[in-house]
Nanobody, 118 residues
Framework: QVQLVESGGGLVQAGGSLRLSCAVS????????MGWYRQVPGKQRELVAT???????NYADSVKGRFTISRDNAKNTVSLQMNSLKPEDTAVYYC????????????WGQGTQVTVSS
């Protein structure tokens, strides 16, 4: 059974940094694409960043220049370095991985809370 487990969330002041990590286990196939989504109560889950297995990245306009997504294919992990955090970045962040080059897939992590105080 495929499992994605996030870690690294927490409380940080505006302007600070956090690094999220997501570890994939139980998969018999590699994830062609992995991504991070975020969701605040009452709103739809939104895509933050994606990275393919060839390291092609894509970012939401709201995080470009501040967030960096990376992955370690050997360790089956994906990370999200978040710098210059803003209160509007507060959300539950979810990791998602896709066998094919399409997200979202059915493989989600449980989510990790990121809270940015002003």
């Amino acid at each position: 059974q495929v499992q994605l487990v996030e870690s690294g969330g927490g409380l940080v002041q505006a302007g600070g940094s956090l690094r999220l990590s997501c570890a994939v286990s139980g998969s018999t196939f590699s994830m062609s694409i992995m991504g991070w989504y975020r969701q605040v109560p009452g709103k739809q889950r939104e895509l933050v960043a994606t990275i393919t297995n060839t390291a092609r990245t894509n970012y939401a306009d709201s995080v470009k220049g501040r967030f960096t997504i990376s992955r370690d294919n050997a360790k089956n992990t994906v990370s999200l370095q978040m710098n210059s955090l803003k209160p509007e970045d507060t959300a539950v962040y979810y990791c998602n991985g896709g066998r094919w080059l399409h997200l979202p897939s059915e493989y989600w992590g449980q989510g990790t809370q990121v809270t940015v105080s002003s």
